[in-house]
């Protein structure tokens, strides 16, 4: 079965500028999740799809941050402006119902300048 | 906060020993403790789990122990190989409200196993 599919693999910005990350979970999986990875820490959660509704955003900054997944497949994750402190690596995950099992796609490496 | 606290941050082993991770949580309420084995520059990969309701899990040279009661849980790693050398996180599931439950990680162990 396919896994997680995620892109870019590498995106370089300057701060102030926007960015927009594309995932594609596993197929048939209900639940998606996006996942900021600082360097040297695990992963934390940043949003968590149920097909296409939200069930946990407690954690996205919402200032700068924004998600959707319209049709309850593919999402995108939105940085609006980008500061210094959004360097990281952006890891998508899917799961076929929450609770269960994550796999991870391979991320997408940020660097803002 | 929840929070799930991991040692050691780094272990250097020399292959065919053991090597022991070890991770506590907070939350008396998590029921679910996965494993992930994160090489460099990759996807962090499920390598284990185990839930509340078992003590041990074992998965030919892997393990894992859960103590309820303490509030943590080990991964084992036995006669270990090079290819063994990874960043390691555990994780436990916590519950925010009425949900299903979401994931905390711990910071991670850097495994080196030298030849």
């Known amino acids: 079965e396919a896994g997680v599919a995620q892109s870019p693999r590498y995106k370089i910005i300057e701060k102030r500028q926007s960015v927009a990350f594309w995932c594609n979970p596993i197929?048939?999986?209900?639940?998606l999740y996006w996942y900021q990875q600082i360097l040297g820490q695990g992963p934390k959660l940043l949003i968590q799809?149920?097909?296409?509704?939200?069930?946990?955003d407690s954690q996205l900054p919402k200032d700068r941050f924004s998600a959707e997944r319209l049709k309850g497949v593919d999402s995108t994750l939105k940085i609006q402006p980008a500061k210094l402190e959004d360097s990281a690596v952006y890891l998508c995950?899917?799961?076929?119902?929450?609770?269960?099992?994550?796999?991870f796609g391979d991320g997408t490496r940020l660097s803002i300048l | 906060g929840e929070n799930v606290e991991q040692h050691p941050s780094t272990l250097s082993v020399q292959e065919g020993d053991s090597a022991v991770i070890k991770c506590t949580y907070s939350?008396?309420?998590?029921?679910?403790f996965p494993w992930y084995k994160q090489e460099l520059g990759k996807r962090p990969q499920l390598i284990i789990d185990?839930?509340?309701?078992?003590g041990e899990k074992k998965d030919q040279r892997i393990a894992v122990t859960l103590n309820k009661t303490a509030k943590h849980f080990s991964l084992h790693i036995t006669e270990t190989q090079p290819e063994d050398s990874a960043v390691y996180f555990c994780?436990?599931?916590?519950?925010?409200?009425?949900?299903?439950?979401?994931?905390?990680f711990g910071k991670g162990t850097k495994l080196s196993v030298k030849p």
């Open positions: 185990i839930r509340s309701n078992v």
């Open positions: 994780a436990a599931r916590y519950f925010v409200g009425g949900s299903q439950g979401n994931l905390i």
């Open positions: 939350d008396s309420a998590s029921n679910y």
């Open positions: 799809f149920q097909n296409n509704g939200v069930v946990d």
């Open positions: 995950a899917s799961s076929p119902h929450g609770g269960q099992p994550q796999h």
């Open positions: 197929s048939g999986h209900a639940t």
